[in-house]
């Protein structure tokens, strides 16, 4: 019965591998809408900030390191470093340091964070070939549509089996980014596409380690690799996503096939793209929302007794670390994201610094947080209930964060966003050039130019 059921699964599927690679391959430059285009520019922007701000974090030195000694030929750039690497490093270690602080880009229908993959590996390779900034969103857009796209098919069933989503399609929409920037056809982005889905990457058991940035970062070299490898001649199936013993139904048990080319060419993924205020786990935000307006309602950490989260299941699935040792684990703890709310109002990357995770006072009013599950809660909202000394009780429930879809950061807010994290990198000036040139991205004759201002000045 099993394998008739397979079978059957199978004549259902449409091929879609050749209908995506047809889709990246023939779609017109900037065929959308302007509300897209500009989505394109803030997934960009966004990227980028996350990127240069994470440059000199232990994970990038470490990872640098480990590519140098293969003595790569400088092709492109490494972005907040002077170093300059080959394009596949280059894709590998600006993936890794866009999400090191968990503050990148969210698709929230999947919760895959796209740019990481694609745009690391579609800035490699425009770097390298020169390309325009026309060239560079086209295939940002294309790439994500195409990730998104394979993400929509299989979560949340893919997500559960344990398989770290934006690893595991960042590889064909950065396959499909570069196949677009080489100007590959039907036939050889298929191929660049069918390469990709033998490498999906991304295991779930590694976040609160440095290997869960790694997975966009090798995403990214993967897919670029797939699509050079194509450019060649390289083969693969042509049923590579759909066939039985396909990507689709080896990593996932669900395959809504239509998922992945309803409204193709009209509905852009990157729209439903959204956009993180607090450095961590998204799944967090409702909470920390919550616990700034508790603070701006004038509650004190010193006189709280107690606070009582409810969220959905998958908050504590996710991030449920009562005593993060240190950043990164930080970052997966809502116990933490709460605190961090309370006593500064915020929670950028400098309240998941390792030295603020174990700060006594943090410490001790993350141990006054208990947390209950209620799936009645959806998984975007949160109820924070806090019980003060003198017996008062404070409720905030968050229906939808900042920064989601409802309640999107605004331009501003994003390029504040960005100088926060790299102007200690690049500095006020280098900065604020850089802003302007990823806000005028789609005008720049080349973005070799917009590379070069992504690092430090000598001197």
Known sequence: MARNTQVAADHAAPPITQILAGFVATHPSRGWSNAVEHEAQRTFLNWAGCAVGAATHEAMRAALAAVQVLQPTAQASVLGRREQVDIASAALLNGISSHTFDFDDTHLLTIIHPAGPVASAALALAEHLDASGRALIDALVLGIDVSCRIGNLMYPEHYDRGWHITGSTGSLGAAAACARLLGLDTHATAMALGIAASQPVGLREQFGTMTKPFHPGAAARAGLTSALLAQHGFTASTRALEAPRGYAQTVSTKCAWHEATDELGERFE?????????????????????????????VRAEDIQRIELRVHSLVLELTGKQEPANGLEAKFSVYHGCAAGL?????????????????????????????????????????????????????????????????????????????????????????????????????????????????????
């Open 270 to 298: 990157i729209s439903f793209n959204t956009y993180k205020p607090f450095a961590c786990g998204i799944v967090i935000h409702p909470v920390i929302d919550a616990s700034v307006q508790l603070r701006e309602q004038g």
């Open 343 to 459: 006593i500064f109002g915020r929670a950028g990357e400098p309240q998941f610094a390792d030295e603020i995770v174990t700060r006594d006072d943090v410490v001790a009013l993350r141990r006054k947080v208990t947390a209950t599950v209620d799936d009645s809660i959806d998984e975007a909202a949160a109820h924070v209930s806090a019980t003060l000394a003198d017996g008062r009780r404070v409720q905030v429930v968050v229906e939808h964060a900042i920064g989601s879809l409802k309640r999107p950061m605004s331009d501003a807010a994003l390029e504040a966003k960005f100088s926060d994290q790299a102007e200690p990198v690049l500095g006020a000036d280098r900065t604020a050039q850089l802003i302007a040139a990823c806000r005028g991205i789609a005008d720049l004759p080349s973005v070799r130019a917009l590379a070069a201002l992504a690092r430090p000045a000598a001197g």
